[in-house]
Structures are given as C-alpha cells and as structure tokens.
C-alpha cells in the first residue's frame, strides 16, 4: 500500500498538506516538532505539497529532525488526495500569529475535518468556528501547538474528527453558504 511505498513505518503520522510557498508556515513549527520525534521516534512528518519554499523547508527539517522523520513527497494528483489524508494519525494546521493568518480561511483545515481525520490547529478567528471538532492551543506559536499535538497523539481517538466530517458534509458546503447567505439576506443582517 501506500503506506509501505512512501517507507512510512508503524508509528503516528503527521500529515502537513499544503502549498509550500512564501505564507507557509511549516518552517517556524520544524524545531518545536523535535520534540514530537523524541517522544515517537516511529513516527513520521508526512508533507504533500509543493512550493517554492519546498527545498529549503526539506534542508530545514533534515537539521531539525531525525534522519528519515520528515518525508516530503511533493505534489499528489488531486484524486489521491484522500489516499493521503486517510494515512494520517494527525493533519497539522500551524499558522503563526500574523494579522494575515489571522484573516485565513484555511482548506487545510477543512480538508482534513472532511476527510474524518483529527486536527491540531492554531487558534485563529476561522478555526474557532471548527473548535467542537478541532484541537487549538490555549497559547499561539510553535511550543504550545506542539503541546497541543503531544497531547493528541496521546489520546487517538477520531470521534471528534468524525463529528466534524459530518458536521462539514451538512454545513460546509456551498450550497449551504448560499441558504446562509439567504437567511441573512431575508432578516435584513
């Protein structure tokens, strides 16, 4: 399977899926993830997606992390997207505290909450609207999302993310923003 191809081992994975350009914010979370490599080491960072940020955040991580933690295997077809999504033990949505994420609308975050699998994310205006199905921080930054991840991974279950999933499959599709965009329309807001 796809698992065995990619050399993924037994333990945790931790699915980084995104582009890899100027806004990513994958490198600032690279050091902090050294903890999370130290705590399983059987575990690896999974990151699909491209960018022109890819080679120096993969020379990054190979400074940060152990040989082989982190595996970047660049851009997927779109139709394998969910054979991806469906190996992760996590999805990580780390942003750093910036007025510009703090405007974000992340499809990160609503691809992994459609795909049933559990999230860490930072605490930004749009995940809180997820916060039921989600894990935030209490705190912004790396150290504080990785304590947040730890504690996850700790505790593996996806009734949450499943909740999410279907809580996303009713609300979050554009059809429904319409029927929003409708009510609000009738009741003069």
């Known amino acids: 399977g796809l698992r065995e191809r ?4 037994p333990g945790p994975i931790l699915l980084y ?5 100027p ?8 050091p902090a993830l050294a903890r999370v490599a130290r705590a399983h080491p059987e575990g690896r960072l999974l ?7 890819r080679t120096r955040l993969e020379a990054r ?3 940060e992390l152990p040989p082989g933690w982190a595996r970047f295997v660049g851009t997927v077809v779109h139709a394998e997207v969910p054979a991806y999504f469906a ?12 007025e510009a994420n703090r405007h974000r609308a992340s499809i990160k975050l609503r691809e992994a909450l459609a795909a049933g699998v559990p999230v860490v994310t930072s605490p930004t205006p749009d995940a809180r609207r997820f916060a039921a199905w989600v894990e935030m921080p209490v705190g912004t930054g790396p150290d504080a999302f990785v304590d947040t991840l730890l504690a996850t991974l700790a505790r593996p279950e996806r009734d949450r993310a499943r909740a999410g999933q279907a809580w996303l499959a009713q609300h979050g599709t ?3 923003a319409v029927r929003e965009l409708a ?3 009738e009741e003069g807001s």
């Open 87 to 98: 190996l992760a033990d996590v999805a990580l949505n780390f942003l750093e505290d910036t």
């Open 47 to 53: 990151v699909v997606g491209d960018g022109r940020e």
């Open 17 to 21: 899926a995104g582009h890899l350009g």
């Open 183 to 185: 009510v609000r329309w």
């Open 6 to 9: 990619l050399g993924l081992g």
């Open 23 to 30: 806004a990513s914010d994958l490198g600032p979370l690279l």
């Open 61 to 63: 991580a190979g400074q």
């Open 174 to 176: 554009f059809d429904a």
